[in-house]
């Protein structure tokens, strides 16, 4: 097997060659994705908005993500690899040495839960962890929690987007023990899905997990919350669960502690996601200042999402396609500055989401957006 170098941010790594070369690039012997360059600039910029001082990267592969941070976070004064594939981890040692960070690094070869769940109870714990495997990230999340210092950090990537975004329902409720939706709003829907999990997980380790940050792509999404000890914490976190309503019929949406089968609006069958979690998603001065470094270090994408999180908990935890109004109103797509504007002038606040590809956040409901899109497509028709 051939290393070559590959730049990211900083840092330079010594990654597979095929892994460049080929896409999608091979699982075996060593797994480097290069599409998740994002994923690691937006740890980056978290961890060293953070400020916690040790880092763990659980499942580190070639050790890209755990070596960027101890190059990259000048405020990280020990990164700890773990890894049960051998030949990965000397493959990051020697990013290590190429990088001088060497000092600040440690390889552990061993499975992830094991590692992770040796911690329990210790004052070895971590002030970051991170968990990104292949697939779910459910079966290391207790062990996680607990390897994860009072107020620090824990990130979680899943790659079973299919299963969370509603096309595998019924393995979601077995995996995560809460129902998704397949709708406009997929991927958010997802995140709270696998946020609720982690919060409810949490508690019956008398741990709070408290959300800081949360991102999706096509390929994965991905949360990132502080954890609290004790009872009183968990508590608190659980308040946090509830359940979402969204009728496919009127296209109202609704949330609450309790599911709500029937749409408010209309009275038809509505679809219920749940439990899932309905509080806030980011925590405002930590994503705020994770764009600040971003900026600094010329991570312009992730200087984006963490941008696009600012702001994001004023909305309800849904979004509107203006691309599905405009069909049912059978008018011809509207810029969504326009639809902006008229809801702005009518009282109402409304963003981008940050979740999925287009879309619409807003304190207004169905019928509101739907005023608002009727008069920007008045508007771009002319006189």
Same mark, same amino acid.
């Given at each position: ?11 330079? +790594? $010594? ?7 080929? *896409? ?13 360059? +994002? ?24 050790? &890209? ?103 595998? *329902? ?24 696998? $946020? ?5 997980? =949490?508690?019956?380790? *008398? ?66 996601? =749940? ?26 994408? &992730?200087? *984006? &999402? ?22 049912? $109103? ?12 008229? +809801?702005?002038?009518?009282?109402? &606040? ?9 879309? +619409? ?23």
């Amino acid at each position: 097997m051939k290393f070559v170098r590959h730049v990211e941010g900083e840092t330079t +790594l $010594l990654v597979p060659r095929e892994s460049v070369t080929v *896409d999608p690039p091979p699982t075996s012997p060593v797994f480097f994705n290069p599409a998740a360059s +994002l994923n690691r600039d937006i740890t980056v910029a978290l961890a060293a908005a953070g400020g916690g001082r040790t880092f763990c990267d659980s499942t580190a592969g070639v050790g &890209a993500r755990g070596v960027r941070v101890a190059k990259e976070v000048e405020g990280v004064s020990s990164v700890t690899l773990v890894d049960f594939n051998d030949a990965a981890l000397r493959g990051g040692e020697r990013s290590a040495r190429l990088n001088r960070v060497s000092g600040r690094c440690s390889f552990v070869l061993s499975e992830t839960n094991a590692f992770l769940a040796s911690r329990f109870g210790r004052d070895e714990r971590f002030d970051y962890v991170d968990v990104d495997p292949f697939g779910t990230p459910i079966r290391h999340v207790q062990a996680a929690l607990a390897a994860t210092s009072d107020g620090g950090v824990l990130s979680l990537t899943a790659t079973d987007t299919a299963v969370l975004c509603g096309v595998q *329902d019924q393995t979601c409720m077995r995996r995560y023990g809460g129902s998704p939706l397949n709708n406009h709003f997929h991927h958010e829907t997802g995140i709270r899905v696998l $946020l609720g999990t982690v919060a409810r997980l =949490g508690a019956m380790l *008398d741990i709070g997990a408290e959300p800081v940050a949360a991102h999706s792509s096509r390929h994965y999404l991905r949360v990132f919350v502080r954890v609290r000890a004790g009872a009183s914490k968990a508590d608190a976190a659980l308040k946090g669960i509830g359940h979402l309503s969204w009728c496919p019929h009127c296209g109202e949406a609704s949330s609450g502690v309790d599911p709500s089968p029937a749409c408010f609006s209309c009275g038809k069958n509505a679809r219920v996601a =749940g439990p899932l979690w309905v509080g806030k998603v980011a925590e405002e001065e930590t994503v705020r200042a994770a764009a600040g470094v971003a900026e600094e270090k010329g991570l312009a994408r &992730a200087g *984006d &999402a963490m941008r696009s999180l600012a702001g994001v908990d004023r909305f309800p935890p849904w979004s509107f396609s203006l691309e599905r109004v405009c069909s049912a $109103l059978k008018v011809p797509s509207v810029p969504e500055d326009m639809v902006y504007r008229a +809801l702005v002038q009518s009282g109402h &606040a409304a963003a981008r989401t940050p979740f999925e590809k287009t879309g +619409l956040k807003t304190d207004a409901g169905y019928a509101e957006v739907v005023d608002a899109v009727r008069a920007a497509a008045r508007s771009g028709s002319g006189p």
